[in-house]
């Protein structure tokens, strides 16, 4: 039975639509998973890298060095997206660059530089947290929830 | 006409033939392969059969791979890697660890950890041993530095 969508509409549009899906080129969702695994990996591996070096060189331990890790990876990003190259890296690796912390630095970034006409606070001071700003409230919120929820477990003697 | 590519090669060659006469120590490599540094006792004078008798028992475990067994004065530093997929059992090893060695010797105080920088820290007082200058004061204060950044990790 036709749906209500395909009720309104006429027949040539129903042959359009048959046409446009004949000719349409299928996404290459299984290369695309590809370079997103490889590149966000190689994202890791830096940061993987960059974490080893603080545990060497500097006086981090295993459970403190995720912070200075994490501000020195979107630190690179900053400075990449700044000069235009996360953007490419972007394009080519989808997921795999966004989903790392590198993703997030990318995100605050571009948004700054994208309104940096309109002044630095209004432009810059209220749209740089456009897109970060949902990762941060998300982020803190489902921390909350889960250290909840640990304490609950902790008190009543299950961990 | 040479590229930015060629020329960033030629550097990291010309970079590479600098290191290459050096001597690689154990902990250089320590966060990266397996290293299984001797078990040590800060006063030489004493006997490490206890300390080996430890390192034996840690290594009996089958979720560790690179014991490391620093016995001072008050402390003994037991250390350790997990293997990559019991490392979501960690708490549970680590206190498995514990229960074992506080059972077979109570009167030791034992100060056990899977922390990278701590193991690093024990095969580069390994190495510090080593030499005539580091005296058993300076070996036992170490310890003790590392044993306080260890109680920072819990």
């Known amino acids: 039975m036709p749906t209500t969508k395909e009720k309104n509409t006429t027949p040539q549009q129903r042959n359009y639509q ?22 966000g990996g190689f994202i890791c591996a830096i940061g993987q890298a960059v974490s080893y070096f603080y545990i060497y060189f500097f006086d981090f331990t295993e459970q403190s060095v995720g912070n200075p ?12 997206t ?11 690796a989808g997921a795999g660059s966004a989903v790392p912390v590198t993703g997030f630095g990318n995100a605050v970034i571009s948004a700054a530089i994208e309104h940096r006409t309109e002044g630095f606070v209004l432009g810059v001071g209220g749209n740089m947290f456009k897109l ?22 902790v008190i009543w003697g299950v961990l | 006409m040479i ?30 392969k397996t290293t299984n540094p001797k078990p040590l006792v800060t006063d030489q004078n004493k ?36 293997k990559h997929l019991y490392r979501f059992k960690m708490k549970k090893i680590e206190k498995n660890v514990n229960k074992k060695l ?35 004061k300076e070996a036992e204060k170490r310890l003790e530095d590392i044993v306080k950044m260890t109680d920072k990790t819990k």
């Not at chain 1, 949902?134 to 929820?149: H, T």
């Not at chain 2, 930015?4 to 120590?25: K, T």
């Not at chain 2, 490490?48 to 008050?74: Q, R, T």
């Open chain 1, 69 to 80: 890790t994490v501000a020195t990876m979107v630190f690179f990003s900053m400075l990449l």
């Open chain 2, 47 to 82: 006997s490490n059969d206890s300390v080996k008798e430890i390192k034996k028992d840690v290594s009996s475990f089958p979720e560790l791979y690179d014991v490391a067994v620093i016995k001072g004065k008050k402390d003994t530093l037991v250390v350790y890697k997990v």
């Open chain 1, 132 to 153: 970060a700003g949902s990762v941060i409230l998300f982020g803190v919120f489902s921390a909350f929830v889960v250290a909840l929820i640990k304490t609950l477990l």
């Open chain 2, 102 to 136: 506080e059972k077979k010797y109570p009167k030791e105080n034992f100060t056990v950890s899977s922390d990278y920088k701590i193991f690093l820290e024990a095969v580069r007082l390994d190495e510090q041993m080593k030499s005539a200058k580091f005296s058993h």
């Open chain 1, 82 to 92: 700044g000069f235009g190259v996360y953007d490419r890296l972007g394009q080519f």
């Open chain 2, 3 to 32: 590229t930015r590519y060629q020329i960033l090669f030629a550097c990291l060659f010309l970079l590479a033939a600098c290191n290459h006469n050096a001597p690689v120590r154990d902990s250089q490599l320590a966060l990266m």
């Open chain 1, 18 to 39: 048959q046409l446009q899906q004949k000719h349409e080129i299928k996404r290459p969702v299984l290369k695309n998973c590809l370079k997103a695994f490889f590149v």
